[in-house]
């Protein structure tokens, strides 16, 4: 599986993350694209944790039910493996090398970062171009992941019916996302941007100049704390506790005694990411932090980290005046676009 091969649509984006199955499907509209098909699907409690398929069986099932759900006809589909599980380097090479020789080269250099066996690597490259600052190197990006988590997601694919035409890094599909936002707002390639994308108990922060993503990393907290408390202490099954995704009349109370805790917490740990990423070699100064995730939805939160953390603080929208087909309803997907951006970068890779 070539983690960086491209795809003839047909191609559907499928992001598996902890508590669900985000399936889009895009089409070319003009000089824009069009939303063809959407569906989100429940994972049960344990089917995928820790970046890994812990129930085959169980994911591929959701898979199903959310292209039956969508209405799509595709039968190739682009997942993604999460930075964490993945290792990702940039490397300069001489430029003149030949294409076999560059290969060689870059199972030499990969047996330096890759801390696994090699028969237990799934290993792919990208040729960059030439670097910026020297004409006679070359810029490759290395990619590895163990393959193991290749395997699951075609396994999971093959389960509901469909072909994993291409396994990609979870940063990458992020980044190829957010093309539509710098094309849409006019940002300029030489401008920083952050994503910080909230799931259901693992956060991304994911720092991106032009197309490509110069540093990520996870941080141990979520969305998930929210709806625990709000089921605590209201007595809420977890579905009724995400009445504000529904932007539903809160319980009494909610405003102080839940969601602005949740805010705070949240706020404390953007912080805590962000002198990660300023201590990093990679540091250049953000222009604007999206957040994403369905814990980026909470009434207020965009508001307050950008008034807290003195940064310019937006709710991340790569479908933002994407036209959709008469079969999207325009409601649900405005409850979970901030959700979606995996799975947008992703299907994008299907209309390319």
Not at 34 to 63: K, Q, W
Not at 136 to 145: G, H, N, P, Q
Request: net charge negative; charged share 25%.
């Amino acid at each position: 599986m070539s983690i960086f091969n491209r795809s003839a649509p047909p191609t559907i984006g499928l992001d598996i993350g902890n508590s669900s199955v985000k399936l889009l499907q895009l089409s070319k509209a003009g000089s824009g694209y069009r939303v063809e098909h959407m569906a989100i699907e429940s994972l049960p409690e344990g089917a995928f944790a820790e970046h890994g398929i812990n129930n085959v069986d169980e994911v591929g099932d959701a898979i199903r039910s959310a292209v039956k759900r969508s209405g799509t006809k595709a039968r190739h589909c682009a997942m993604a493996v999460s930075g964490s599980a993945v290792i990702t380097k940039l490397i300069h090479l001489p430029g003149d090398l030949a294409d076999d020789e560059i290969e060689g080269q870059i199972e030499i250099e990969a047996g330096q970062y890759i801390p696994y066996p090699r028969d237990e690597v799934s290993l792919d490259f990208q040729i960059l171009g030439k670097s910026a600052r020297n004409a006679d190197v070359i810029e490759v990006l290395l990619a590895a992941s163990k393959t193991e988590y290749i395997e699951t997601r075609q396994a999971v694919a093959e389960l509901a019916g469909l072909t994993a035409r291409i396994i990609d890094v979870e940063a990458n599909a992020i980044a190829n996302s957010f093309e539509l936002v710098r094309a849409r707002d006019g940002i300029p390639d030489s401008s920083v941007i952050a994503v910080l994308d909230i799931g259901d108990v693992r956060s991304s922060l994911n720092v991106m100049r032009g197309d490509r993503s110069i540093y990520y990393r996870d941080h141990p907290f979520g969305g998930r704390e929210l709806i625990e408390e709000t089921m605590r202490r209201y007595g809420l099954d977890a579905e009724q506790a995400q009445f504000w995704k529904r932007r539903e009349e809160p319980p009494a109370g909610f405003e102080d005694e839940v969601l602005e805790p949740y805010r705070q917490g949240v706020i404390q740990q953007i912080g805590r990411a962000l002198q990660f990423y300023s201590s990093s070699r990679e540091y250049s100064s953000i222009n604007t932090l999206y957040l994403a995730g369905g814990g980026a939805s909470a009434v207020g939160l965009v508001e307050a980290v950008g008034s807290e953390l003195g940064i310019n603080a937006e709710l991340a929208d790569p479908l933002k005046n994407v036209k959709l087909a008469p079969r999207i309803n325009a409601g649900q997907i405005d409850m979970v676009r901030p959700s979606l951006i995996t799975a947008c970068g992703l299907a994008l890779r299907g209309v390319e």
